[in-house]
Structures are given as C-alpha cells and as structure tokens.
Nanobody, 127 residues
Framework: QVQLAESGGGLVQAGDSLRLSCAAS????????MGWIRRAPGKGREFLAA????????YYADSVKGRFTISRDGSKNTVSLQLNNLKPDDTAVYYC????????????????????WGHGTQVTVSS
C-alpha cells in the first residue's frame, strides 16, 4: 500500500524559506512520478512541481519556477520541495502525490492525474 507522509511545514515570515519533505513507502517508486500540489484556503488544487523518480526529470508550474525546487533522494525514498522567498499567497496545505509514469509529460501538470496523496503539511506565511 502506497503511503506518503509530508513534513516540514510551519509558520514563517515573508521572504523566508522552508524545505518540505515527503516520505514515500509501500512500493518501489522507480516507475513513478512524484508531485507537489498545494491548496490554499477556499481554492482548488494547484500543481507546483513534479519529478520522475528514475532519472530525475523535473516539471514546474510557471507560477513557482525560480523559487521552488523539487528533488528526490532514492536511498531514503523521500521527495523534497525547497520553498524560497515565500510570500503570503503561498499560504496553503502542501501535498505530496504520486502516479505511475504512464502519461505524457504534460499530464503531470494536472493535479487530477495523481493517484496517491499524503495528508498534507501546512505552510503559513505572514507579512
């Protein structure tokens, strides 16, 4: 059974940085794409970034490119999202998600394609 567990969220000030982590278990993820998606209060899910477990190809939403960086550590089965220069509008619950890499790359930008989800970690950015 796939399990994804996020950690690293918290309360920070505008301009600060955070590093979120996702511990993945229950499968060998060599054939998976791992993503980070967030949901702000009262809004829908927003894709942020994704990475192929095997090979490490990355995909970023235009809205966060240059500020957020996704990475993975295969030996630890973890996926991280580095959040830099945080803004109040970044306040949201951040989710780790996974899907078998059976789609064309463009599909990974759509939160609806992901099959497995963690419970999220709260990031709150004050001004």
């Amino acid at each position: 059974q796939v399990q994804l567990a996020e950690s690293g969220g918290g309360l920070v000030q505008a301009g600060d940085s955070l590093r979120l982590s996702c511990a993945a278990s229950g499968r060998t993820f060599s054939n998976y794409v791992m993503g980070w998606i967030r949901r702000a209060p009262g809004k829908g899910r927003e894709f942020l970034a994704a990475i192929r477990w095997s090979g490490g190809s990355t995909y970023y939403a235009d809205s966060v490119k240059g500020r957020f960086t996704i990475s993975r550590d295969g030996s630890k089965n973890t996926v991280s999202l580095q959040l830099n220069n945080l803004k109040p509008d970044d306040t949201a619950v951040y989710y780790c998600a996974a899907i078998r890499n059976s789609y064309v790359s463009s599909a990974y930008y759509n939160p609806d394609v992901y099959d497995y989800w963690g419970h999220g970690t709260q990031v709150t950015v004050s001004s």
